[in-house]
């Protein structure tokens, strides 16, 4: 279905429920946009990856740990000239992460490629013990 058709169906404020329904929308909270990330645990490590096309990792990422929380911000300063058209694009992104207590902050690693910033939180000694089953009594 096309935005036409759906504006057709809509009546009142079809415009709203377009960019409500728009699969580009970016909700701006607090510091900035939505940065979007995936987390996992890898050969032992938790490996933060964030989506962040565009941005020089070297001057425009910055992550630092401060009580026990890793965060990631980078700041977007992209600019398009096609002739007598031009386009950009920017704004800030942040995100937080508690790591356990006993994380080796000297130890973490972080690279970028092809827009994707990956950084690797190697687990503390008690947190890759193997899991345990508990049975729940009844």
């Known amino acids: 279905m096309s935005a036409l ?9 079809p415009e709203l429920f377009d960019w409500i ?11 900035g ?28 990422v910055e992550i630092t740990v401060t009580g026990g929380v890793l965060r990631i911000h980078a700041e ?3 600019e398009k000239k096609e002739g007598h058209r031009s386009e950009f694009h ?3 992104f942040t995100r937080s992460f508690t790591l356990p207590a006993a994380t080796e902050i000297d ?3 972080a690279s ?10 190697p687990m503390p ?8 089953r508990i049975t729940v009594e009844k």
């Open 107 to 109: 130890a973490i690693k």
């Open 90 to 92: 920017y704004g800030s």
């Open 112 to 121: 970028y490629d092809k827009g994707i910033l990956t950084v690797r939180v």
């Open 125 to 132: 000694k008690a947190a890759k013990a193997e899991a345990k």
């Open 76 to 78: 977007r300063h992209e």
């Open 5 to 13: 058709e759906r504006r057709e169906t809509r009546g009142i404020f």
């Open 21 to 31: 329904e728009s699969p580009f929308t970016v909700f701006r909270t607090g510091t």
């Open 33 to 60: 946009q939505a940065m979007r990330v995936e987390n996992y645990i890898d050969e032992g490590d938790h490996v933060i990856r964030a989506e962040l096309p565009g941005i020089d990792p070297d001057k425009d």
